[in-house]
């Protein structure tokens, strides 16, 4: 359903995967990948959006390391993928957001919110305080509670696990008393709970949550 592009930001040049709807798009979106890369999921939540009507795009980070790399659900590839992540940084990323939103506005999007899973939760809680979409859904962000000082500056969605060890709801808490404005919510449910390749998945905690993310972004975005 989609197609590969090439992006460029002020980190340098990357893929991307671009999911475009049917009709007139409602907005745009940025997908922020986990440590697995744009693999399988990434590219089929990327098409969902799509099929949803909004005009999806997947940067594809680790290609500022190495090109074409996607990684399954086991513990070396976990173990690949966060070596990964720690080389890379935050910063990139960022910039490699802010040029996606870019891009879709280039495309035709008037509004664009950025969503993200896993690591991408983090990326897409820094792209709430250090750039400018027009809103923010995060999925189960192990590194934003690292980062609890910085205030977002879009409205801003958090999806969180109550069964992730990764993420203890103690620290989820604290984030809903340092940050009233943000829409925060927890399910009975573990890490990775959106991904249906995963063996955390969930389907009814990532069908509310989906729900919810789809209610926020027709309010903000379109």
């Excluded at 009507?53 to 990684?71: N, V």
């Excluded at 249906?196 to 379109?222: C, N, P, V, W």
Aim: aromatic content about 8%.
């Amino acid at each position: 359903m989609g197609e590969d592009i090439r992006l460029k930001s002020a980190a340098g040049e990357i893929g991307a995967y671009l999911a475009t709807p049917k009709n007139t798009p409602k907005g745009g979106v940025v997908v922020i990948m986990e440590i697995f890369g744009v693999n399988n999921h990434i590219r089929n939540v990327t098409d969902k959006l799509a099929l949803d009507g909004y005009l999806a795009l997947a940067p594809c980070f680790f290609d500022h390391i190495k090109p074409k790399i996607e990684l399954g659900y086991t513990p070396d590839t976990i173990a690949e993928g966060r070596k990964h992540v720690t080389e890379l940084g935050l910063d990139k990323p960022v910039q490699d957001v802010d040029a996606a939103i870019t891009e879709l506005k280039k495309r035709g999007a008037k509004k664009v919110a950025v969503t993200g899973f896993c690591w991408g939760g983090t990326i897409t809680w820094l792209s709430s305080t250090r750039l400018k979409p027009d809103a923010a859904i995060g999925y189960y962000g192990g590194g934003i509670y690292g980062t609890k000082g910085e205030k977002p500056a879009v409205p801003t969605m958090l999806h969180f696990g109550d069964k992730d060890m990764h993420i203890p709801m103690t620290h989820v808490n604290e984030l809903r008393k340092l940050h009233p404005d943000v829409l925060i919510y927890d399910y009975p449910a573990d890490h990775g709970f959106h991904c249906d390749e995963r063996g955390s998945y969930d389907g009814l905690a990532s069908a509310q949550a989906y729900a919810r993310t789809l209610e926020f972004m027709a309010k903000h975005i379109g």
